[in-house]
T-cell receptor, first 114, second 111 residues
Framework: DVKVTQSSRYLVKRTGEKVFLECVQD?????MFWYRQDPGLGLRLIYF???????EKGDIPEGYSVSREKKERFSLILESASTNQTSMYLC?????????????FGPGTRLLVL | QKEVEQDPGPLSVPEGAIVSLNCTYS??????FMWYRQYSRKGPELLMY????GNKEDGRFTAQVDKSSKYISLFIRDSQPSDSATYLC???????????FGSGTKLNVKP
């Protein structure tokens, strides 16, 4: 079974803090993703990575950056947290081309920015 | 127009009922179709994955894809209270790292 883990289930941070959310997958997947999920807005893609050190912006990258130094690990960074970044953050991974075209999600990190 | 439309519900049914969840989409190029189940405050869990048109069955769950109508369905037979969750449909193109999600249908199965 694919396993995607996220470093924290719940986080409380203050406005202006730098926040790191970490995600690890154990299936040697090429692709990894960060989404945020908000009521009424659904899942929105922040960034994705298709290889180590490679990244592409999703639909809402503003205020976020990412890092992928190792294939299994994908980090989301909030450089200066703001209250409008309070959300559920979901990491996902997906195999490479020619394999199953579907994503597997982690358990999510619920972030509250005060 | 959204790429994927899904009725948000909530849908409330008695235990044992057959549940039908649906999504419509606008992009005829979509080839891969998924259903995820998401319990409250948890991450989405992959339930069903289908390629192109047709049916796929897994236990009490059946996924149907009708590409001519741009319509996908998830049927749950003999629904259980443990099926109470939000169900998300998703679709994508081949080797394309963008997935299009429905907004989710909240299902409540009453004992």
């Amino acid at each position: 079974d694919v396993k995607v883990t996220q470093s924290s289930r719940y986080l409380v941070k203050r406005t202006g803090e730098k926040v790191f959310l970490e995600c690890v997958q154990d299936m040697d997947h090429e692709n990894m993703f960060w989404y945020r999920q908000d009521p009424g807005l659904g899942l929105r893609l922040i960034y994705f990575s298709y290889d180590v050190k490679m990244k592409e912006k999703g639909d809402i990258p503003e205020g976020y950056s990412v890092s992928r130094e190792k294939k299994e690990r994908f980090s989301l960074i909030l450089e200066s947290a703001s209250t409008n970044q309070t959300s559920m953050y979901l990491c996902a991974s997906k195999a490479g081309a020619g394999e199953q075209e579907t994503q597997y999600f982690g358990p999510g990190t619920r972030l509250l920015v005060l | 127009q959204k790429e994927v439309e899904q009725d948000p519900g909530p849908l409330s049914v008695p235990e044992g009922a057959i549940v039908s969840l649906n999504c419509t989409y606008s992009n005829s190029a979509f080839q891969y179709f998924m259903w995820y189940r998401q319990y409250s405050r948890k991450g989405p869990e992959l339930l069903m994955y289908t390629y192109s048109s047709g049916n796929k069955e897994d236990g009490r769950f059946t996924a149907q894809v009708d590409k001519s109508s741009k319509y996908i369905s998830l049927f749950i037979r003999d629904s259980q209270p443990s099926d109470s969750a939000t169900y998300l449909c998703a679709m994508s193109l081949y080797n394309f790292n963008k997935f299009y999600f429905g907004s989710g249908t909240k299902l409540n199965v009453k004992p």
